[in-house]
Structure formats: C-alpha cells, structure tokens
C-alpha cells in the first residue's frame, strides 16, 4: 500500500487500470474496522440462509485470521489454495473454492499468509483491484449449474488494503454494527471510507444495509443505540436484528454456522430473516436499475 493509502487517503487509479466487465453474482463486502462486531458470524449464518432459500452462495474469507473457515469447518490441512494465492495471482479462484457441509455453500479459504499481502503488493498500480479481478476471471469459466447468485467477502477487522481490495470488487457493503455505545462513532469512519473508495475506485458502490447484531433485550443501552443508529441511517438498517445468543457463539466451536447447529434458536432465526430481507432488497434494487 502506498503512504497515502495508509494514511487514510484512496488514491485514485486510472481507467485503464480498472477490471472491466460483469461480476459473476452479486457480491456483497462485509465489512467493518472493528473487532468483534460479528463479521464473521454474518458471512457464515447469512450466507448458509441464503443457501438454505435456494441460493448458490460463494464465502471468500479475506480475513487472515481465518476465522470463517474455521466456522464452517474447513481444517489447516484442506487450504491448500487460499486467497492468498487468489490475490497474488498464483492461482486462479475457482482453484480456491471448497465445498462446504452445507449444499450450495462453497468457501475460497485464508491462511495467516494474507497478513504479508501488503508488504508484497502494496506498490503495485494494480493493487487494490486484485480480487475484482480475480472475480472477473472466475465469471470467465462456463460455470453452467455452478454459478454463484451471491458472494460474500469477510473482511478483516481494519480498513487495510485488504479491506478495500473488497470493497473494489463488491457491488455493496454489509455493515454488522454491535449495539455498543461507541457504535455510531465507528461508522462514521467506514462511512468516509466508503465514500472515498466510491470516489476513487468503484463508483458503482453502495451500502446495501446495516444489521445491528448481539442485542440484548435487557439492558437499556442496547435499545438506545437502535434507536439511534435508525435515526442516523434510516432506511438503511435492516429491520431485523440479531439477537445475542449463546447458539450463536458456541456454533463456530463445532465447525457449524448456527443454522446447521441449531435450527430452533432466535439466533437461526434471526439470520433467516436477514436472508429474506436481503432478498426483498435485492429485488428493489433490480428494479431500480432497470428503470
């Protein structure tokens, strides 16, 4: 990354620079600078309800950390190709691509390697256009049955070059926003980030919505940071919100998303409902491109 992009300044690349052509589905950045706002519990719980309704949905973990792999159960030993690989262009994405224990769910897994993604690219003029590209070549393939309708990227907790190597392939953001009280101040800079990469790199961007996640009923806090975040938002935020839930934290421990875990539970429930919301927007923002 140059030092403008690290100090928080996107800088612009030049048309000739930029992928062009269709992305093979729709793909949708979830993203979000801090840690433990539950990212990666909405890639994994979104993207097996999404499968659940019929949807062919394709997870690319972006995170070193690796923690949606670990989630839906793909071990060490089986990420023998990782974004890594993806992004540096060693090899292609559909050479990534894992099925997973949920039908019409595949993962492009990580490995601790992305974490030196930025040191070996950072000065390269096409730099933050590398997963797009990589999307691009997997809508290259006659994929026939196999094609994907969603692609969900799991974003690392930061606004690195990783993260906005995202947000220059997506179509639009997902934001999970905890219902803390530091919520609204965090957004705001996600916000300008966004903003900037719209600007700059991909003027096609869109936040498609924020989910509010681990909301308690008890504590009062948590209904006023709803409340306030709606205000701020409108209609932007998702009318579902997910509940905090004990299925829901231990799922991941078992290599399960929550739904394959425990179907009953608010917290399924919950992300069902996020699913079908998605959906229903989804086909607003159809018709609005039509017109």
Known sequence: MSDNMTSGEIVPFPNEMRPGG???????????????????????????????????VLIIDLDPQGNASTGLGIDQKSRQISTYDVITGEKTLREAVL?????????????????????????????????????????????????????????????????????????????????????????????????????????????????????????????????????????KVYDTVIPRNVRVSEAPSYGKPVLVYDLKCVGSEAYLRLATEIIQREKQFKELRAS
Not at 28 to 55: D, P, S
């Open 99 to 235: 099925a997973t224990a949920v039908p019409h769910l595949h993962i492009a897994p990580s490995t601790m390697d992305l974490s030196g993604f930025e040191l070996e690219v950072g000065h390269s003029r096409d730099r933050a256009y590398r997963l797009r590209t990589a999307l691009g070549q997997l809508n290259d393939v006659a994929m026939g049955s196999g094609a994907y309708n969603y692609v969900l990227i799991d974003c690392p907790p930061s606004l690195n070059l990783l993260t906005i190597n995202a947000m220059a392939a997506a179509n639009a953001i997902l934001v999970p926003l905890q219902c803390e009280f530091f919520a609204l101040e965090g957004l705001s800079q996600l916000l300008k980030t966004v903003e900037q990469v719209k600007q700059n790199l991909n003027p096609d961007l869109t936040i498609h919505g924020i989910v509010l996640t681990m909301f308690d009923a008890r504590n009062n806090l948590s209904g006023q940071v709803v409340a306030d975040v709606r205000q701020f938002m409108g209609p």
């Open 22 to 56: 269709a992305l093979p589905a729709r793909v949708l950045a979830i993203a979000n600078q801090k840690g433990g706002v539950g990212k990666t519990t909405t890639a994994i719980n979104l993207g097996t309800a999404l499968a659940a309704i019929g949807e062919r």
